[in-house]
């Protein structure tokens, strides 16, 4: 079934440590992006990419980075978490082109201790 | 940048009332305009869109309306039925080749049986 996996879903992890949230699509589509959203409020972008090879920052401003190196493949890493980079991570995708559905995964919760 | 205000932020509603949620634009340009659910620990799933060349657009018991002399847009959802207590989420888009989603901060919809 086509469909956005990440993983971890849940993760607790202590300060400095270096992690990385892994996002596959299987949708098919060229764009992807990754929205960071604490619980019950609104989703900001942080990053997103058109295709293969391209990366770009969002409108929140995040110390994680990204790679597109596989069309169905987008990580997300952060170097050294620290307790403020606790939040929910939604991976999601959309077809190529202006106002078509964009597709959410179902969240990596990340916990810094 | 695009800015999108959403309101109410609690909606508290007796089962078969109706329920509206509005949301404002800041970006005259902007043409696609979803709105998304999220249930409580799930992934935001989108419910219905519209597009600025589109008034009113109906599916079932949801409707939306735009109005883009006034740059605001609403969700409308009829005989409302536990089943539909969720965080809501409308965003407004750019067609210009890319899918840059700006979100509104959420309206908690609380349906009473």
């Known amino acids: 079934e086509a469909d956005i996996y990440q993983t971890p879903r849940y993760l607790v992890i202590g300060t400095g440590k270096k992690i990385t949230l892994e996002c596959s699509q299987t949708m098919g589509h060229d764009k992807m992006y990754w929205y960071q959203q604490d619980p019950g409020m609104e989703l900001h972008l942080i990053h997103y990419s058109y295709g293969v090879n391209s990366t770009e920052k969002g409108d929140l401003s995040s110390e994680s980075t990204v790679s597109r190196i596989r069309t169905e493949h987008f990580p997300l890493t952060l170097e050294s978490a620290r307790p403020s980079h606790t939040s929910q991570y939604l991976c999601?995708?959309?077809?190529?082109?202006?106002?078509?559905?964009?597709?959410f995964g179902e969240g990596s919760w990340l916990t810094v201790v | 940048g695009e800015n999108v205000e959403q309101h109410p932020s609690t909606l508290s509603v007796q089962e078969g009332d109706s329920a509206v949620i509005k949301c404002t634009y800041s970006?005259?340009?902007?043409?696609?305009f979803p709105w998304y659910k999220q249930e409580l620990g799930k992934r935001p799933q989108l419910i219905i869109d519209i597009r600025s060349n589109v008034g009113e657009k109906k599916d079932q018991r949801i409707a939306v309306t735009l109005n883009k002399t006034a740059k605001h847009f609403s969700l409308h959802i009829t005989e409302t039925q536990p089943e539909d207590s969720a965080v809501y989420f409308c965003a407004a888009s750019r067609g210009t080749g890319f899918q840059k989603l700006v979100f509104g901060t959420g309206t908690r919809l609380l349906v009473s049986p």
């Open positions: 970006d005259s340009a902007s043409n696609y």
């Open positions: 999601a995708s959309s077809e190529h082109g202006s106002g078509n559905t964009i597709y």
